[in-house]
């Protein structure tokens, strides 16, 4: 794994979890959604300086790599 497909991995993993946290409880939801935008931003810059965006079955492949048990 290269040192940008890494970030890229690991920017994923942590939009998954905020992602995770904001829709925890779904009645504060919104008041949290606002809070993506720079998690997703940061994804986004990732994938494309890695040359993943579109690249969904590679870069599930390094989310693998990185956290196995997230992936049953």
């Known amino acids: 794994m290269h040192q940008e497909e890494m970030a890229a991995a690991q920017a994923y993993v942590r939009l998954l979890a905020a992602t995770r946290a904001a829709l925890a409880d779904p009645a504060e939801?919104?008041?949290y959604m606002p809070l993506l935008a720079s998690?997703?931003?940061e994804a986004d810059e990732a994938l494309r300086s890695a040359g993943l965006a579109g690249n969904e079955d590679r870069l599930f492949?390094?989310?693998?790599e990185l956290q196995p048990s997230t992936t049953g």
């Open 29 to 31: 939801a919104p008041l």
């Open 39 to 41: 998690p997703i931003e």
């Open 61 to 64: 492949a390094l989310v693998r």
